[in-house]
């Protein structure tokens, strides 16, 4: 079920490829990975979830979006992605001024989506957003509170900077964070036990618009469009002007194309994130 994050035999250049590819700054660290898919596939055979799709038509199995409410890691009952095409939307370093209209699209496209946020000048600054994305049925994840690099950060500052995003949105909504992205996607064996400690989870990704490169809202989407594939992990930035609106045409897009747009928790289920655990798809 794990893999290493370092790449070990392989040429620099294809090293380099993979790094350039999913934008992972600090893709020379060596740590485990897990796919969402394994930690789904693995926790539905512990519990005897293999279940055939034919049998399962309460499921929803294509890409009609999440209908139904969700709970509070935007985990919706009816979506079974070992049945459903689906891909889990994130964003990152909000909430910002563009995340009302954000919050909106996805609304009327019934998409959940996972929440990465920022501390500094923004859950402080945005607090009634953070209770706005939990009160509909999104996902809540810690992204530091200052966007340090924890790799290069001591360790008592690493648990600052995320105990203080914890505290914060517990003190603001009442949930537990299970998830943390790191800053730059840059994480270490260190990070890793920490992280454990903490009790929470980190989260890579698969596909990368680089939206904090440009504003023009069709490259945006049409990156996202050329790297997404089932079980893969968006990342997007509901900070950057470009952003937001080239979420409508993704959304459409992938429905067309028969996925179904989830949470980070959602794609993993049955599995619940395992804290200190690194999940890249």
């Not at 939990?134 to 966007?147: F, I, V």
């Not at 909504?173 to 036990?193: A, C, F, I, Y």
Request: charged share 25%; hydrophobic share 35%; aromatic share 4%.
């Amino acid at each position: 079920m794990g893999r290493k994050g370092r790449i070990s035999g392989l040429g620099v250049s294809l090293v380099g490829a993979v790094c350039l590819t999913l934008g992972l700054s600090g893709c020379g660290a060596s740590y485990d990975t897990t796919s969402p898919r394994s930690a789904r596939e693995h926790a539905a055979s512990d519990a005897g979830h293999s279940t055939p799709a034919a049998s399962k038509p309460d499921v929803l199995k294509k890409g009609d979006g999440a209908n139904d409410k969700t709970d509070q890691n935007g985990v919706n009952p009816s979506v079974d992605c070992a049945v459903a095409k689906c891909v889990a939307l994130t964003f990152d370093a909000g909430p910002s001024g563009n995340t009302p209209r954000l919050l909106e699209i996805l609304k009327r496209e019934k998409a959940h989506a996972t929440f990465f946020m920022l501390g500094k000048k923004h859950i402080e600054k945005h607090p009634d957003l953070v209770r706005r994305i939990a009160d509909e049925g999104h996902e809540l994840a810690n992204h530091t509170w200052s966007h340090k690099i924890l790799t290069k950060t001591d360790s008592d500052e690493v648990r600052s900077e995320i105990t203080r995003v914890q505290t914060a949105v517990k003190k603001l909504t009442g949930r537990t964070l299970l998830l943390m992205r790191p800053p730059q996607g840059r994480t270490d064996e260190r990070v890793s036990k920490i992280c454990r400690e903490l009790g929470v989870a980190q989260v890579l990704w698969s596909v990368t618009a680089k939206d904090y490169q440009t504003n023009d809202s069709a490259l945006i989407e049409k990156r996202v469009l050329d790297q997404t594939k089932r079980d893969g992990i968006i990342l997007l930035h509901d900070i950057y002007k470009g952003t937001v609106p080239a979420v409508p045409g993704i959304l459409a897009k992938l429905k067309k194309e028969g996925y179904t747009v989830v949470t980070v928790s959602q794609l993993m289920a049955p599995a619940v994130p395992e804290p200190g655990k690194v999940y890249r798809p």
